[in-house]
Structure formats: C-alpha cells, structure tokens
C-alpha cells in the first residue's frame, strides 16, 4: 500500500508556464517532506523540503506547499524551463523507534517542459 | 558539497555470479542506503546502515546482502545474481541526527544480468 502517491505520472508544460507536482500521504505521522529531481542515468538530488510546521517553503523559482489537514503538498516550478524536465519524486518521514530512519517515497512524476 | 561515488556505472554479469556493488561517501554521514529504481515501482529501499557494521533491511531485501567494514563504504552484495536483478542501483548517505531526511544519492550503477 503506497504511503505516498504522486497520481500524475507525467506531466507536459510549456516553457515559462508554471508546472505543479501533486503528491498526497496517508501517515499523520509524516513530519517532513522532501521533493528530489532526477535526471535519466543519475542518482536523484535533493530539490527542496519542508517540515509539518510550515506551509510553504519557498527557494528561487521552486516552492513547496503543504496543506496538512487534506494530507497534501505540491511543488510548484515558476517560470518552468526545459532543464526542469525530469522525474520528480516526493518523499516523506517519520520519526520511527530507534534508528529507523527511512524515507517513504512516491513512485514520481516525469515532468516535460517544452521550448 | 557532498560525494557519494559507485564503483561502476554500468555493469553486465550472467546469472549465478556474485555481484559486489561499493559505494563510498566523502561526507563521514552516519547512515548509507542501497535502492533500487525500476520503471514504475519508484526506488524501492533494499537494506540500510546506520553505522558501521550495522544493518536493516529495507522493503526488498531478498536476495541481497550488505557490509559496512568502514563508515565511508556500504556494499550491496548479490549473492547469485538472477535475471529479475536488473535494475539501476542507487547508494545514498545521510547525516545521522540534524538533517538526517536529505539523503545525497550516488550516480547509480545499471546492472543487467543474462
């Protein structure tokens, strides 16, 4: 049972539009959400991130919104450009016993932004 | 900025061999993570490590096994590789406490088994 689901396997947006990734969780117990980028043949890197006591964390072109109560965040891209296309996936934690200190991820979205 | 290196990026083996994948970090993070991405499963946690020589298994450990000797490497051992293991294998680390959810990913080693 997916905790974390990023319904939108794709996405298509034209260049300097705004392009929004949906993800929704199922775990009240999420506490922190993250949101990686990857490239085709690369390992993910960190994009942004944002902790339940906030609603909106904001850097450069790249915001993130949590909406708690509705168990939902999305990322927003403005203005999209072609090099934002990638997958995109989000992910999310608890604070578990002891060390388990793992991240629960989406199955990601492939964002194509056209010229 | 942080490393996380693999020793290969692609690499071909035939069904039966033993598969060693290594993954180092320059940044003496605590806790280091083997994924595995296919299409349409997302990455898919195999085993984790939160210090050295301990382990966990993550969601799909059948079939793997890991070592972690030193903190700065983790290895994903296959021990007789079968067709279903081909996959993209990602290495991960991050810091144990204070930012510990940013984990910083490897470039990936593609494994195909014959």
């Known amino acids: 049972d997916q905790q974390v689901k990023q319904n939108s396997p794709s996405l298509s947006v034209q260049e300097g539009r705004i392009s929004i990734l949906n993800c929704d969780y199922t775990?009240?117990?999420?506490?922190?959400f993250l949101w990686y980028k990857k490239y085709p043949a690369e390992g993910p890197t960190f994009l942004i991130s944002i902790s339940s006591i906030k609603d909106k964390n904001e850097d450069g072109r790249f915001t993130v919104f949590l909406n708690k109560s509705a168990k939902h965040l999305s990322l927003h891209i403005v203005p999209s450009q072609p090099g934002d296309s990638a997958v995109y996936f989000c992910?999310?934690?608890?604070?578990?016993?002891?060390?388990?200190?793992?991240?629960?991820w989406g199955l990601g979205t492939s964002l194509a932004v056209n010229p | 900025d942080v490393k996380v290196t693999q020793s290969s990026r692609y690499l071909v083996k035939r069904t039966g061999e033993k598969v060693f994948l290594e993954c180092v970090q320059d940044?003496?993070?605590?806790?280091m993570f083997w994924y595995r991405q296919d299409p349409g499963l997302g990455l898919r946690l195999i085993y984790f490590?939160?210090?050295?020589?301990?382990?966990e298994k993550g969601d799909i450990p059948e079939g793997y096994s890991v070592s972690r000797e030193k903190k700065e490497r983790f290895s994903l051992i296959l021990e007789s590789a079968s067709t279903n293991q081909t996959s993209m294998y990602l290495c991960a680390s991050s810091l144990k406490t204070g930012g510990w959810e940013t984990q910083y990913f490897g470039p990936g080693t593609r494994l195909l088994v014959l």
């Open positions: 992910a999310a934690s608890a604070e578990g016993a002891g060390n388990n200190r793992k991240l629960i």
């Open positions: 940044m003496d993070h605590e806790n």
């Open positions: 775990n009240s117990m999420f506490d922190y």
């Open positions: 490590s939160y210090d050295v020589k301990m382990k």
